[in-house]
Structures are given as structure tokens and as C-alpha cells.
């Protein structure tokens, strides 16, 4: 009896494990050329490199009346010395310079994050960016600090839209240092 329930629960979990894994190749790979980190991101987004190294990934229009491309971009910046301590005191700081330069911040969320080796801070938050105009916008923002380099992770969105939320989050998960 034993044997034919986990026949049973192998035949109902292999389609699965299938249909997560072609997800998951459906999804492009991104690796940095200086081999800072690496992540998957969905079809349909695109990507570039500012002038400063900051990547982004960023979704397309969901319909003639979408104004705003949810995104994600990644700074990576040398900083010899900076341990995770400086980054753990310095939450105060980092939450003081958001509320500087956006209008109505709201800090939903505080928190360590662990990820790929590397304990973080990430900050959930809203907010309105006055130069982008009147959007009701959520933050996901996570900082991490391996080796001798400081990683700034944004995930932009509109505040209503779940869909993109979830692929943006996904996506921020993907990411490997």
C-alpha cells in the first residue's frame, strides 16, 4: 500500500517539477561581465547598462495605457572596508536619504535578508518620485555587502499591480553574487 501512494505522489509531482523547471528556462539568464552576480529574468523584459554600471531589467507596456515599466536595477560598487555591521547601522541613514528625495515615503517593511551567501537589509517602502510625476509607486530595495562589494538591488513598481510585483520579486530572488 505504501509502494502505490508514493507511485501516486511521484506521478502527481513529476508533471509539476516539469512545468517549474521549463518556467524557469523560459526565463533568460543575465551574467555580469565582470562575473559581479548573475540572475534570471522574465521574457519580454529588457535590459541595460547606464554609464555608472548600474544594470536594469525592466518589463515592457502591459497596455496602451501603462505609463510606468516596472523594474529592477543593480548597482555594484567596490567598498574595501565596509563590513556588515556598517551596513546594519547605517539603516537609519539609508531610510533618512529615501525620505529626502521622495515625497510621501512610507516604510512598510524592515528587515535582514539572506541571500546567495550574503546576510542584507531590505526595505519595503512607498513613495511618490517627484521628477516621474504623481505614481503611487512600491519599493523593494535590498543592500548586501560580499567581499569588498556593495550591492544595491531596487525593485520598482506601481503599487496596484500584482502581476509584476511577483515577477519582479521573482526575479530579485533569482539573483546570485
Known amino acids: ?3 502505490f501512494y508514493l507511485s501516486l505522489l511521484l506521478a502527481l509531482c513529476s508533471p509539476l517539477a516539469l512545468l517549474a523547471q521549463s518556467a524557469d528556462t523560459a526565463w533568460r539568464l543575465y551574467k555580469h561581465p565582470d562575473a559581479l552576480f548573475s540572475l534570471r529574468y522574465p521574457p519580454g523584459w529588457s535590459t541595460r547598462t547606464d554609464e555608472s554600471g548600474r544594470v536594469f531589467f525592466t ?3 502591459q497596455s496602451e495605457n501603462d505609463n510606468f515599466r516596472e523594474n ?3 548597482s555594484a560598487s567596490k567598498s574595501p572596508g565596509l563590513t556588515q555591521q556598517d551596513l546594519l547601522n547605517g539603516a537609519a541613514d539609508i531610510i533618512a536619504d529615501l525620505k529626502a528625495n521622495m515625497t510621501d515615503f512610507e516604510l512598510l517593511e524592515q528587515k535582514t535578508w539572506p541571500q ?3 546576510e542584507g537589509l531590505q526595505f519595503t517602502y512607498k513613495a511618490h518620485i517627484p521628477s516621474i510625476g504623481d505614481l503611487d509607486l512600491q519599493f523593494v530595495q535590498r543592500f548586501f555587502i560580499k567581499g569588498p562589494t556593495l550591492y544595491t538591488i531596487t525593485f520598482t513598481g506601481l503599487s496596484f499591480d500584482a502581476s509584476l510585483r511577483a515577477a519582479g520579486m521573482r526575479l530579485l530572488n533569482s539573483i546570485r553574487f
Open 1 to 3: 500500500m505504501k509502494t
Open 59 to 61: 518589463s515592457p507596456l
Open 72 to 74: 529592477i536595477n543593480i
Open 116 to 118: 546567495s551567501g550574503a
